[in-house]
């Protein structure tokens, strides 16, 4: 596949929002091992290859594991991941996945116990920002590195 366009060079004040979000993102609360699970998983639910490689990536030299990146497909029956994370990716699962049911009173209730209303906040913006940058990779045919 080629690259279609290049929002970033057709719409530069499009990215320079995106990028104040991520800047924000950047000063929130919550730990960054957590924010690289929502980024990979929200990625792999999409099918941004792009945002995977990438994620995985800044992940790995953030010191996560590699087991829990190649387990994270199939967090709910691994025992790689706490309940806080199993929280998260529940909700990046149910955030992602708007359509099938939203964000579950279950799911809710479960982050609750692990996150106050700010960083619960702080969760929704993360997803639902990840889950715009995996709708521009995907449509716009991004890539990483050039394919072989």
Same mark, same amino acid.
């Given at each position: ?6 929002i970033k060079? #057709? ?9 104040g979000? &991520?800047?924000y993102?950047a000063s ?8 690289h #699970?929502?980024?990979?998983?929200a990625?792999?639910?999409?099918? !941004?290859?792009? !945002? ?5 990536e800044? %992940?790995?030299?953030?010191?996560e ?5 190649? %387990? #994270?497909?199939?967090?709910? &029956?691994?025992?790689?991941?706490s309940?806080? $994370?199993?929280?998260? #990716?529940?909700? +990046?699962?149910?955030?992602?996945l708007?359509a099938?049911?939203?964000?579950? &009173?279950?799911?809710?209730q479960?982050a609750?116990?692990f ?5 619960? %906040?702080?969760l929704i913006?993360?997803?639902g ?7 521009? %990779?995907?449509? +716009?045919?991004?890539?990483?590195? $050039?394919?072989?």
């Open positions: 596949m080629k690259q279609r366009i290049s060079d #057709l719409e530069p004040a499009a990215y320079k929002a995106m990028f979000l &991520e800047k993102l929130t609360s919550l730990e960054a091992k957590l924010k #699970l929502v980024k990979i998983r990625s792999q639910i999409n099918g !941004c290859a792009y !945002c995977i490689e990438m994620h995985s800044e %992940a790995l030299q953030n010191g594991e590699t087991k829990r990146i190649f %387990a #994270l497909a199939a967090w709910k &029956e691994s025992p790689l991941f309940e806080e $994370e199993k929280a998260v #990716l529940a909700m +990046t699962d149910e955030v992602s708007i099938q049911q939203g964000l579950s &009173e279950p799911t809710y479960m609750k116990r996150f106050n209303d700010n960083q619960i %906040a702080q913006m993360q997803i920002t990840i889950n715009l940058w995996n709708r521009i %990779a995907v449509s +716009t045919h991004m890539f990483h590195k $050039e394919p072989v």
